[in-house]
Nanobody
Framework: QVQLVESGGGLVQAGGSLRLSCAASGGTFNNYRLGWFRQAPGKEREFVAAMSVVTAKYADSVKGRFTISRDNAKNTLYLEMNSLKPEDTALYYC???????????????????WGQGTAVTVSS
């Protein structure tokens, strides 16, 4: 069973950047497909980005601004966030699903493991 720990959140001004990290332990990293979700205050958790071996999918709201990547040697998933907007303010979660192949899951129910989240606040 994999454990996920997010880090890198914080307070940033609109237009700024942050890089979130998700460190995985307790499993074989290559056996998992990973993604990022977020939950803004008063809203439901929503998909942000996810990746398979070589491709990625993004929510329309972050496309062109966010980049998901993974470092298999470090068992770490990243989310590079640029041109941040106040509407990006949320608790960001890393999620993992036991799978291989090229399919990219974009719904919460398809993921088996979740981190505790890291908070991102974007001021205007």
């Amino acid at each position: 069973q994999v454990q996920l720990v997010e880090s890198g959140g914080g307070l940033v001004q609109a237009g700024g950047s942050l890089r979130l990290s998700c460190a995985a332990s307790g499993g074989t990293f290559n056996n998992y497909r990973l993604g990022w979700f977020r939950q803004a205050p008063g809203k439901e958790r929503e998909f942000v980005a996810a990746m398979s071996v070589v491709t990625a999918k993004y929510a329309d709201s972050v496309k062109g601004r966010f980049t998901i990547s993974r470092d298999n040697a470090k068992n770490t998933l990243y989310l590079e966030m640029n041109s941040l907007k106040p509407e990006d303010t949320a608790l960001y979660y890393c999620a993992a699903r036991t799978a291989r192949g090229f399919y990219i899951a974009r719904t919460q129910g398809e993921y088996d493991y979740w981190g505790q989240g890291t908070a991102v606040t974007v001021s205007s």
